[in-house]
């Protein structure tokens, strides 16, 4: 047997690759970058360039690095994410457990919720903001570059705490090949207790991996609160003289409103995490029958957790208000209504947690005041899909990647967002608050608007991120792709909840098996879809058509060349200045 590496040798071993790589660094050449700049490995006390490599990397407070860094990691959450979707879509394709066994489909179903709403989508639209929020300010930077990266660098650690249980367990089971110890791997379970991690299961499992998970999401929280303090102080002090609150762009504006949520919800759902984790460790009586109860935990957990639905799709509705009228050649219909209809969302979301609860026995009272507010919230969601649609009517519509993918996303909200209006009627979510109809309901929000609000943006910017065009009709087939992937995987699920097909469960009845089997392949669509944006991303990041003018999307027609634009403008500018004329003698 192997004894155990001692930390110091394992500190001074990483110290020595750390060295050698910077020392073979330091004789490479100057790096060129796609805006033009250039950095060179000679870091000076008194240079203002960036470092090159992965030094630049692991120490840059400049927002727009932050950004990608943020953009990339959500990018792999949502990979590793949609990896657990398929396994479960595979188990389902049969009425048995003939793929996976009951316990990995328990896991995996865990660990894609708190993977996909944790680390996918809010830190890819928090890079997204990172990236384009100063440059719709004219500002420099956040108002906190620092605390900016520590937000970062606060995620990455979380994730793999959160999923650490999947990490050890095949770790372990390859080292368990070799002749060396792995209790400490194999204790290290993956978490099974559903991502909503409801009491008093979630206090009894003794899977010590559950509290490495619990700290996780905690770090997590931390990260997004920093990161909506800098958003919120940015955006107040950051504007320059003569852009007032009726000219801020409804984007900054969706991102005020989710940073404010964030800095309410987050907190809270912090707290609750120490209450659990004091519950499973020293004997409290948080959540027990004879302290508050486990009535208790959903209270607080959903008190969380239905503003973090607007904290995940506010800001897809601030990228669709804001590319909308860029590809309809009008202005955005009713402005001043979208942005107080953003503000009542997100003082409305803190009223209807309850509803997630009807069916725990409480008093019909509340049960009614909790409906009444649940169907009012749907008033300033409708007022947004009204909105975009009188921009559109009359518009001159250009069918680009970007365009098709924000309609797919407001028609995916239509059928979404209509379903979760039935289920906040008492009645109808007795019957249907268990089966797959509302899994249906939620996947038509959360891979329907949020990732084809995230794609449109991709495809807009992609010229200001990195200088070059992608491919345009590769991603035009891409973004219908998704858009049917995403109806044909998740309407399905809204008939089986009519029919009364449980939810969070990999074994079920036979008789829907065609309907199930649909749905995964729809999903196998979804899959495709994604593999086609990644290859158009990376492809077109290598060897895209250089762009040369910054009016790519022809904005100065419709006098919407809006101040993000007009920066790539004089970056492009700087770049043309700086090339060596070919006619000129050396």
């Given amino acids: 047997m192997i004894g155990p590496v001692p930390g110091v040798a394992v500190a001074l071993g990483a110290l020595l690759v750390l060295a050698a790589y910077y020392r073979f660094r330091a004789d490479s050449p100057p790096t060129s970058y796609a805006d033009g700049g250039i950095v060179t490995p000679k870091i000076g006390l008194t240079t203002t360039e960036k470092p090159s490599g992965l030094l630049r990397w692991l120490t840059t407070v400049d927002h727009k690095d932050i950004g ?34 009951v316990e990995t489909y328990n896991a995996v179903f865990t660990t894609h919720g708190l993977t996909m709403l944790f680390f996918f989508v809010t830190p890819v639209f928090t890079g997204i903001a990172n990236y384009m929020l100063p440059l719709l300010l004219d500002a420099d930077d956040l108002s906190f570059p620092r605390i900016n990266a520590i937000a970062f660098w606060l995620l990455p650690p979380s994730l793999l705490m959160v999923r650490g249980g999947l990490i050890t367990d095949v770790v372990g089971t390859v080292v368990g090949l070799l002749p060396l110890e792995i209790a400490a791997l194999t204790a290290l379970e993956p978490v099974a207790m559903g991502w909503t991690m409801y009491t008093p299961l979630s206090v009894e499992m003794t899977n010590p991996q559950i509290d490495v998970t619990l700290l996780g999401l905690h770090l997590s929280g931390i990260a997004t609160t920093m990161a909506a303090i800098n958003f919120i102080v940015t955006i107040f002090t950051e504007r320059p003289d003569d852009l007032g609150w009726d000219e801020l762009d409804i984007f900054s504006w969706n991102m005020l409103v989710t940073s404010g949520i964030i800095l309410l919800a987050f907190p809270l759902l912090g707290s609750t995490i120490i209450l659990l984790l004091l519950d499973r460790n020293f004997g409290t009586a948080f959540f027990a029958i004879e302290g508050g109860g486990p009535m208790l935990w959903q209270h607080l957990f959903w008190f969380f957790g239905h503003p973090e639905v607007y904290i995940l799709v506010l800001p897809a509705f601030g990228l ?10 009008r202005r955005l219909f009713g402005f001043r209504f979208i942005v107080y209809s953003t503000i009542a969302i997100g003082v409305m979301s803190f009223g209807v947690w309850a509803h997630h609860m009807f069916a725990t026995g409480m008093d019909p009272r509340l049960r009614a005041s909790f409906m009444a507010v649940s169907l009012a919230i749907a008033i300033p969601s409708a007022i947004k899909e009204f909105n975009w649609i009188a921009t559109m009517w009359n518009g001159r519509l250009r069918l680009t990647a970007p365009l098709i993918c924000v309609i797919g996303a407001m028609s995916t909200f239509v059928v979404g967002g209509i379903t979760g209006v039935f289920l906040a009627a008492v009645p109808v979510d007795l019957v249907l608050h268990d089966t797959h109809y509302v899994v249906g309901h939620f996947h038509l929000i959360v891979v329907g608007i949020i990732p084809l609000a995230m794609f449109a943006a991709s495809y807009y910017w992609f010229p200001i991120i990195t200088g070059r065009m992608y491919n345009r009709r590769l991603a035009r087939v891409q973004a219908t792709l998704l858009v049917v992937g995403a109806f044909v995987t998740f309407v399905p699920l809204l008939v089986l909840g009519y029919l009364g097909m449980p939810r969070r469960y990999g074994v079920y009845p036979a008789e829907f098996v065609p309907l199930n089997q649909v749905a995964s392949i729809g999903a196998f669509i979804l899959g495709v879809s994604l593999v086609l944006w990644l290859v158009n991303m990376i492809q077109s990041a290598r060897v895209g058509t250089i762009v040369d003018d910054a009016d ?5 027609e419709t006098d919407q060349f809006t101040r993000e634009w007009q920066w790539f403008e004089k970056r492009l500018a700087e770049r043309r200045n700086e090339r060596p004329d070919p006619d000129e003698e050396p």
């Fill in 68 to 101: 990608l860094l943020y953009i990339l990691f959500g990018t792999a959450a949502a990979l590793w994410g949609a990896t657990d979707g398929m396994m479960m879509r595979t188990e389902l394709l049969v009425a048995d457990t003939t793929v996976w066994n």
């Fill in 320 to 329: 669709i208000s804001f590319m909308l009228p860029k590809f309809c050649g």
């Fill in 552 to 556: 790519v999307w022809n904005l100065k």
